[in-house]
């Protein structure tokens, strides 16, 4: 049996797929897989507590995505993707528990990926893992996602937030302050749109880095020098946002919670003006919260296009203040690792 938590981003999206900077928590939240080898078979099959139907994968799925795409139900091109990858060397049979919110930018698919790695008995470092896992996500939905998610899930450390260097994939640690909490509320609308949006995104920054190199060295005044606008606009966004995590890491490890929540608020507006990934009903949960007394600064969080906030706040203070909307206390808890063998 695995167990991989889900994430929440509280600084630093849309900076991954550069080699830039975020910083996150692993979540309470998250995947358990139970799963049995069976050296007769030669189907992998799952049920799941959130799936109607069972997913079954033949070992021998092919890798170059084809037959993975035509898998159905849905959710088996995750088993399928991440059996290709894996090629165990038997059938089994297995179930998932999950009590992470799909499509809410909470990385519910990631920590599934995680722990159904882990459950059919790959063992590696929290990079490898990473890696493997960001292919697996890429083959099941021709999703051209970053490492943030994977590589937050694969190193979470129990009251600890982490600084993500999605270049290096270097992780670093900070200490979570008793006299903050992290609260994510839903903005009530799915994220539909994503994949198109955030495959454009991605063309945007690959455009800016063409005329100015890797954004992750790049500096304002270099953004500057970009001919379009709207380009220059996404790279201003990644560039400041990568200073940002620098700062906020800084300040919430300096106890600064009063300065984190101002970044945090910074990084709101970035991603709604420069780099465009809000929808109204984001923009309005997020400006509610900046004003709750007690709140020290919200944003969206994850790739936008719906989902998420997240806000951080004296402890306490929201709970009661987010009655009828669906919203979970973050508590730092550890990365993907195996429960029992
Ligand atoms: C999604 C992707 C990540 C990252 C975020 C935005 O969660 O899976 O790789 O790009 O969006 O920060």
């Given at each position: 049996m695995a167990f991989a938590p889900g994430r929440v981003n509280l600084i630093g999206d849309h900076t991954d797929y550069t080699g830039g900077l975020a910083m996150a928590l692993a979540l309470q939240l998250g995947t358990e897989v139970s799963y049995r080898a069976d050296p007769a078979s030669e189907l992998i099959e799952l049920s799941s507590s959130s799936e109607d139907e069972v997913a079954c994968v033949p070992r021998s799925i092919g890798s170059d995505g084809s037959e993975i795409a035509a898998l159905s139900p849905r959710w088996s091109r995750y088993v399928g993707a991440v059996v290709a990858l894996l090629r165990p060397e038997s059938g089994g049979v297995g179930s998932v528990v999950s009590d992470l919110p799909i499509g809410a930018g909470l990385s519910s698919s990631a920590s599934f990926e995680l722990a159904l790695v882990l459950a059919l008995g790959y063992r590696g470092d929290s990079v490898s893992l990473a890696r493997l896992c960001q292919r697996a996500e890429h083959l099941a939905f021709d999703a051209p996602t970053g490492i943030l998610d994977q590589l937050a899930i694969a190193s979470g450390r129990e009251g600890h937030a982490m600084v993500l260097d999605c270049g290096s994939l270097e992780v670093s640690y900070v200490a979570f302050p008793d006299e903050a909490e992290v609260m994510i509320a839903h903005s009530g609308v799915g994220r539909t749109v994503a994949t198109t949006a955030y495959s454009e995104r991605r063309q945007q920054c690959a455009a800016a880095e063409v005329e100015i190199g890797p954004l992750r060295l790049a500096s304002l005044a270099d953004v500057g020098?970009?001919?379009?606008p709207l380009i220059r606009r996404r790279a201003r966004h990644v560039v400041s946002e990568n200073a940002r995590v620098r700062d906020f890491a800084a300040a919430l490890g300096g106890g600064d919670l009063q300065a984190a929540g101002v970044l945090m608020n910074e990084s709101h507006t970035s991603l709604a003006r420069d780099f465009e990934v809000s929808l109204p009903a984001l923009d309005e949960l997020v400006e509610w919260l900046q004003t709750v007394e007690g709140v020290f600064g919200a944003r969206l969080s994850g790739a936008g296009f719906g989902g998420c906030a997240v806000a951080l706040s004296r402890p306490g203070i929201l709970q009661s203040q987010l009655e009828g909307r669906d919203h979970w206390l973050a508590q730092p808890g550890s990365g993907a690792h195996i429960r029992y063998s």
């Open positions: 020098k970009i001919s379009d």
